[in-house]
C-alpha cells in the first residue's frame, strides 16, 4: 500500500542555506508541498514540476535564542499558522516558548505552492516541515561538534540547547547560530526524525499564534487593510450572471459627495473571472455605498436569465422519465438482480445550491502603477489570483507582488480570485490605491455556488436483507462529458464496490450560474443523499442501520471494468471505516437505550478528502415538527498523529455545524436567472441555541496523518436526517429542513 509518506520524497538539493543575518542568525530553507494536492481540487497552478523543486526560507535563530519560524501557507481561520510552525520546532527540538511565528508573502520561487484548501496542508507537508526543523537541528549540533571536537553522535540537544553530557558542556542554538551557516547541509531524504514517541510539541495543546490579537479585535484581516492614500471602491454586478452594462447614470453618480470615480467595466466571459460591471470609487466606504444606493443600471439581455430552480427541477424530473445520458459504472447485471430480488425500493433525494457566507466577506486591496501591482489578499489560492490577475491586465506575472493577510473564514470560497481581478482593474483605471470591499449581499448573490443535485435511487434486497443490486441515476450539471465545478460524481462512491450488481448512470444540463468548491466539495452533497438512502435500505431489511453498513463493507466485490489508477488510488480502505462505525458505536451507546417517541439517533460515515469520519447524531423533534440536535459524536479516523488537538477538535466541531446549518435552512435559489436570498434574514446560518455538545474522538492508525476541516462535514447532513426518522417515522429526502413536514402525533 502507498502510504502519504510515499508522495514526499526530497534531495539535498532540496535544502539551502544563506548568508548569515545580522546578529549572527542562521536561515534554513526547503522545498515546499507536492502539486498533486492541487490537482485534486482541479485547480491548475502554473508551477513548475517538483523534479526541480524551488526553495524558501522558514527558520531563522538570533543570538538570545529567539526562533522566528515562517508559516508559508494562507491563514483561513484553521490553523495552519500555528501547525505548519509546530511540525519545524518539534524536530528542530526548541522551546515554544521561544518561537516566534511570521506570517509567508506569495513568493513561488521560494515556497512554490501555497495553499489553503482540501485538507491539504497535513498530508502534503507531514515530513517535508519536519525535516526542514531536522535538518536545521542537524546543522546546529554539527557546528557545536566542531566547536568541542567531539563527534556530533555524542550530542543530544533540549529546548533550543546542544548538551555534552560525558564534557558538561552546552551551547544554545542563539550561540550556534552564526557557526552552523558554514556547515554543509545534510540530505533531507535521509536526515533523521524524531521517533513519535519524544514528541513534545506535536500532539499537544498549542495556543492559535496570535490568539489574543485575535479576541481583542486587533486589526490583522483582509478587510482591515490600509495602505497610503487608498481609496474604497464597490462594484455593482448584474444580478444575471455575465449580462453587460447597457446603460448607467455615471454622471448623477460622479457628482456625488466624496465620489472620485465612476466608470463601466466591460468584462469577460470567465465567470470565475473579471465580471461586467459599474465600479464606484471613493474617499471612504459610506460615501461609496450612498453614491450606491442611487445608481440606476440597465442591463443587457443575457440567455441565464431563462435558468430557474424550478426548471432546474422539471429538467430532472424529465431526465429520470427517460433513458440517462450516460454510465460511468457498471457491475454485474443490475437489471436482472433488481428483478429477483425479495424487496426493492426506489426513492428519490435532491439538494439545493449553497452559498459560502464566510464571515468575512469578499475584498482585496490594490496598487496598480505603469510597471508594477501590488495586492493585499486574503485568496486560498495565491498562484492562481496572481496568473488570473496578470492575464486579466495583460502584464506579467512576476510584475505582481502579493501580500497574504489572514482571511475571516474561506471553506472553499477564497480559492476563486474574482475580488483580486475585479480590485486590480479598477485601481488601474482609478490610478489610485483601492480597497474593493463586496456587500454581504455582493458576496451571497455572486458566490461560486455549492452546486444542488438531483438523485433517482432503486436498491434490492435478497430474502437475507442483503444488498444486491443498487442503481443510482444522477441529475446535475455540465455539457456533455463535462460536469460543472464540483457537480461532478466518480465511480466509487460508496457502495460501490460492496455490491455485485451496481448501476451509476448520469444525466447533466446546462448552467449559466458560477459553481465551485465548498467545505468537502462534492462529498458534502452526495453523503446527505447516498448515506440517507443507505439506511432506507437498513430499515427496509429489517437491519440496524449502523451494523447494515458494517456488513455491507465485509462483502468487497470486483468492478466489472477495471478502474483507472487515480480511481483506485481514491478508493477507501474499508477497514478504517469499519473502526470508525465500532468505536462510534461505543462511544455514542448506540441501540443501547430505547429512545422516546420524538427523539431517535442517526448514523453515517463519509470518505472524504483522504480522512474518514462516521458520526451520530441525537435529535429531538417536537409535535409540531421544529428539529433539536441534542448531541453529536463525532469518530475520526486520519492517521497516526494529532499535531494539534486544539485546532482538530474544533476544525471537527466547526464542521458538523457547517453540516447542521446547511440541513436546517441554507439554500439558494434562483428565479430569471437571479438569486432570490440577500441576506443572513433569508439565508439562515446556525445560531448559538441551536448549537449541540459535539464530542470528538480520534482513531489512531498507521498511516501518515491528513488533514480535518473537510471529511468531518459530509457525515452530519444524513446522521441528522437518519435520526430524524428513528424519531419521527418521516423520512427526509429534501433539504433544507425549513423545506419539510416534520409535524408527527
Avoid at 31 to 37: D, F, G
Avoid at 154 to 162: A, C, H, I, M, Y
Avoid at 281 to 287: Q, R
Avoid at 384 to 395: D, E, K, Q, S, Y
Wanted: glycine share 8%.
Amino acid at each position: 500500500m502507498t502510504t502519504q509518506s510515499d508522495m514526499t520524497g526530497v534531495s539535498r538539493r532540496g535544502f539551502l542555506r544563506a548568508t548569515a543575518l545580522a546578529g549572527g542568525g542562521i536561515l534554513l530553507a526547503s522545498y515546499a508541498e507536492p502539486l498533486e494536492a492541487l490537482e485534486r481540487l482541479g485547480l491548475h497552478t502554473g508551477l513548475p514540476p517538483m523534479a526541480d523543486p524551488m526553495l524558501s526560507a522558514f527558520v531563522r535563530i538570533t543570538p538570545d535564542g529567539i526562533v522566528t519560524i515562517t508559516s508559508k501557507n494562507p491563514e483561513i481561520g484553521q490553523g495552519i499558522k500555528t501547525m505548519l510552525p509546530m511540525l519545524i520546532a518539534e524536530e528542530l527540538d526548541v522551546d515554544w516558548a521561544n518561537v516566534r511565528v511570521e506570517q509567508a508573502d506569495f513568493d513561488p520561487t521560494k515556497y512554490q505552492a501555497q495553499i489553503a484548501g482540501g485538507s491539504t496542508a497535513t498530508p502534503t507537508n507531514w515530513l517535508p516541515q519536519r525535516r526542514v526543523g531536522a535538518a536545521a537541528r542537524a546543522m546546529l549540533v554539527s557546528a557545536a561538534a566542531a566547536q568541542w571536537n567531539v563527534p556530533a553522535a555524542e550530542l543530544e540537544t533540549e529546548k533550543g540547547v546542544v548538551h555534552h553530557r560525558a564534557s558538561k558542556r552546552s551551547a544554545t542554538y542563539g550561540s550556534l547560530a552564526s557557526a552552523a551557516v558554514s556547515v554543509t547541509p545534510p540530505d533531507l531524504a535521509t536526515v533523521p526524525l524524531k521517533d513519535p514517541k519524544k514528541f513534545t510539541i506535536i500532539g499537544t495543546r498549542t495556543k492559535t499564534v496570535g490568539l489574543r490579537d485575535i479576541l481583542m479585535g486587533k486589526p490583522m484581516f483582509g478587510i482591515d487593510v490600509t495602505v497610503p492614500n487608498m481609496h474604497y471602491a464597490t462594484f455593482v454586478k448584474s444580478p444575471v450572471f455575465a449580462a453587460k452594462v447597457a446603460s448607467a447614470n455615471l454622471d448623477a453618480i460622479k457628482a456625488m459627495p466624496g465620489v472620485t470615480h465612476a466608470f463601466v467595466v466591460e468584462g469577460t466571459t470567465n465567470l470565475q473571472g473579471l465580471m461586467p460591471g459599474v465600479a464606484i470609487i471613493g474617499k471612504n466606504w459610506w460615501m461609496v455605498q450612498q453614491a450606491r444606493k442611487k445608481l440606476v443600471v440597465e442591463w443587457a439581455a443575457h440567455p441565464t436569465s431563462q435558468q430557474s430552480s424550478a426548471g432546474f427541477a422539471a429538467k430532472a424530473a424529465e431526465f429520470f422519465a427517460g433513458t440517462p445520458q450516460r454510465t460511468i459504472r457498471n457491475d454485474g447485471d443490475f437489471d436482472a438482480a433488481i428483478t429477483g430480488a425479495a424487496k426493492v425500493l426506489k426513492a428519490e433525494y435532491s439538494y439545493p445550491f449553497i452559498s459560502h457566507a464566510p464571515l468575512e466577506p469578499q475584498g482585496c486591496t490594490a496598487h496598480v502603477t505603469a510597471d508594477k501591482c501590488e495586492l493585499w489578499t486574503t485568496s486560498q489560492t495565491p498562484q492562481g489570483g496572481r496568473a488570473l490577475v496578470a492575464t486579466t491586465l495583460g502584464i506579467k506575472e512576476e510584475q505582481i507582488t502579493m501580500h497574504m493577510v489572514r482571511a475571516g473564514g474561506g471553506f472553499g470560497r477564497r480559492l476563486y480570485n474574482d475580488p483580486l481581478v475585479e480590485a486590480a482593474w479598477i485601481a488601474r483605471e482609478a490610478k489610485v490605491p483601492v480597497k474593493l470591499l463586496w456587500t454581504r449581499e455582493d458576496d451571497l448573490q455572486h458566490d461560486m455556488f455549492r452546486p444542488g443535485g438531483f438523485h433517482s435511487f432503486t436498491g434490492g434486497l435478497d430474502a437475507s436483507g442483503k444488498l444486491i443490486a443498487f442503481r443510482n441515476h444522477f441529475a446535475t450539471f455540465g455539457e456533455g462529458e463535462r460536469f460543472a465545478p464540483s457537480a461532478d460524481i466518480g465511480p466509487t462512491e460508496y457502495p460501490a464496490r460492496f455490491v455485485p450488481n451496481l448501476k451509476m448512470d448520469v444525466s447533466v444540463m446546462p448552467l449559466g450560474v458560477p459553481t465551485g468548491a465548498l467545505r468537502a466539495p462534492r462529498s458534502n452533497a452526495l453523503s446527505f443523499a447516498f448515506q440517507g438512502f443507505i439506511d432506507e435500505c437498513a430499515v427496509a431489511a429489517g437491519k440496524d442501520p449502523l451494523q447494515f453498513r458494517i456488513d455491507t463493507l465485509k462483502a468487497e466485490i470486483t468492478p466489472t471494468a477495471p478502474l483507472t489508477p487515480q480511481q483506485q488510488a481514491g478508493q477507501m480502505d474499508a477497514q478504517r471505516v469499519i473502526g470508525i462505525l465500532e468505536k462510534a458505536r461505543e462511544v455514542s451507546g448506540w441501540g443501547k437505550t430505547k429512545l422516546p417517541k420524538g427523539t431517535g439517533m442517526g448514523c453515517a460515515f463519509y470518505f472524504s478528502h483522504r480522512g474518514y469520519f462516521a458520526e451520530v447524531v441525537q435529535v429531538t423533534v417536537s409535535k409540531a415538527g421544529d428539529v433539536k440536535v441534542d448531541k453529536v459524536w463525532a469518530i475520526g479516523d486520519v492517521g497516526s498523529d494529532i499535531i494539534n488537538p486544539n485546532h482538530a477538535e474544533q476544525q471537527v466541531q466547526g464542521a458538523a455545524m457547517d453540516g447542521m446549518s446547511q440541513a436546517y435552512g441554507q439554500e439558494i435559489t434562483f428565479t430569471a436567472g437571479k438569486v432570490d436570498q440577500t441576506n443572513f434574514n433569508n439565508y439562515p446560518m446556525l445560531r448559538i441555541r441551536q448549537a449541540p455538545p459535539i464530542e470528538v474522538h480520534f482513531v489512531k492508525t498507521a498511516f501518515s496523518p491528513t488533514g480535518i476541516g473537510e471529511p468531518a462535514l459530509p457525515p452530519v447532513v444524513p446522521a441528522m436526517i437518519n435520526a430524524i426518522y428513528a424519531a419521527t417515522g418521516k423520512r427526509v429526502r429534501q433539504i433544507p429542513l425549513s423545506k419539510v413536514d416534520l409535524k408527527w402525533s
